[in-house]
């Protein structure tokens, strides 16, 4: 069974601290996706990974995926109440035809 | 384009009844997945749809779900005889190619009472 195990669960910080969340698997990624979802609505797609060590960079935000393609961090620099919600990560694996998502990092930031 | 639609936004039904939610993929996506989401979880997959062909269907899909995607458009996900364990965010995608990453939609949230 493919698992995705995101850290921590939940994180509540204040406006302009920096934070990294985890995704980590026991499997190799073909390809591993970073979602943030608000209340109510469906995951928005942040960014996509699939070269191991590949960083990728969004405004504030910083992704990782492991030499390995067995991890991916994604770091947030000088935090704003707009990013909160719920970070997910998702991973393809070889031979998968769906996506499999972790359970998610919740992220409150506080003005 | 207006991304990926769902309806309703909202059902509350009581058990034992038949529901039936819609999803709208973007026009030039083959592929459609429906996922299941409850409170504090990720996402959780259900099944999966290349053009009208259902390729692959979670073993958590009892008897009583059933999807379609007739002409390789929209998809209907079906649940008969629903019971409180259903109630969850039920939530569409669609995606040109997997690795991609999807594009969801708002979802349809059941509540089972």
């Known amino acids: 069974t493919q698992l995705l195990e995101q850290s921590p669960q939940f994180l509540s910080i204040q406006e302009g601290e920096n934070l990294t969340v985890y995704c980590n698997s026991s499997?190799?990624?073909?390809?591993l996706q970073w979602y943030r979802q608000e209340p109510g609505e469906g995951p928005v797609l942040l960014v996509t990974?699939?070269?191991?060590?590949e960083v990728k960079k969004l405004k504030r935000l910083t992704f990782q995926f492991g030499d390995a393609r067995k991890d991916s961090s994604l770091h947030i620099t000088a935090a704003q109440p707009g990013d909160t919600g719920l970070y997910l990560c998702?991973?393809?694996?070889?031979?998968?035809?769906?996506?499999?998502f972790g359970a998610g990092t919740r992220l409150f930031v506080k003005a | 384009d207006t991304g990926v639609s769902q309806n309703p936004r909202h059902k509350i039904t009581k058990r034992g009844q038949n529901v039936t939610f819609r999803c709208d993929p973007i026009?030039?996506?083959?592929?459609l997945y429906w996922y299941r989401q409850t409170l504090g979880q990720g996402p959780e997959f259900l099944t999966y749809?290349?053009?009208?062909?259902?390729?692959?269907k979670s073993r958590l899909l009892s008897d009583r779900f059933s999807a379609e995607r007739p002409k390789g458009s929209f998809s209907t996900l079906e649940i008969q005889r629903t019971e409180q364990g259903d109630s969850a965010m039920y939530l569409c995608?669609?995606?040109?190619?997997?690795?991609?990453?999807?594009?969801f939609g708002s979802g349809t949230r059941l509540t089972v009472v």
């Open positions: 995608a669609s995606t040109l190619s997997g690795a991609d990453g999807y594009t």
């Open positions: 499997s190799v990624f073909s390809s």
């Open positions: 990974v699939v070269t191991g060590g």
């Open positions: 998702a991973g393809d694996f070889t031979g998968g035809f769906k996506t499999i």
């Open positions: 026009s030039e996506h083959n592929r």
């Open positions: 749809f290349q053009n009208e062909a259902q390729l692959e």
